[in-house]
């Protein structure tokens, strides 16, 4: 019989401790978007990326690629070691 938390990666492709992590990175990106007064499109036009990709980043619900996270960090003016410590 599986355990929940094998039932949690089956569903999610990430154990909890990863989908945390997501959500954390994804939320130290909503925070400093927000601080600098973007809108989610304002700031995917800014990165050339979509505006769905940034909600599914800033909900924890993307594991970003590091060229992506690279947009992302130089476009909110940010050392990358920022968003993901």
């Given at each position: 019989m599986?355990?929940?938390s094998n039932l949690y990666?089956?569903?999610?492709g990430h154990t909890k401790e990863?989908?945390?992590y997501l959500k954390a990175?994804?939320?130290?990106?909503?925070?400093?978007?927000?601080n600098l007064g973007q809108s989610?499109?304002?700031?995917a036009r800014t990165c050339n990326l979509d505006r769905t990709y940034i909600s599914d980043v800033e909900r924890g619900e993307r594991n970003i690629s590091l060229l992506n996270l690279k947009k992302l960090?130089?476009?909110?003016g940010l050392p990358l070691s920022?968003?993901?410590d």
């Open positions: 599986p355990t929940i990666t089956m569903k999610t990863e989908s945390d990175v994804g939320q130290r990106i909503r925070e400093a978007r927000q989610q499109e304002t700031f960090a130089g476009a909110l920022t968003i993901v």
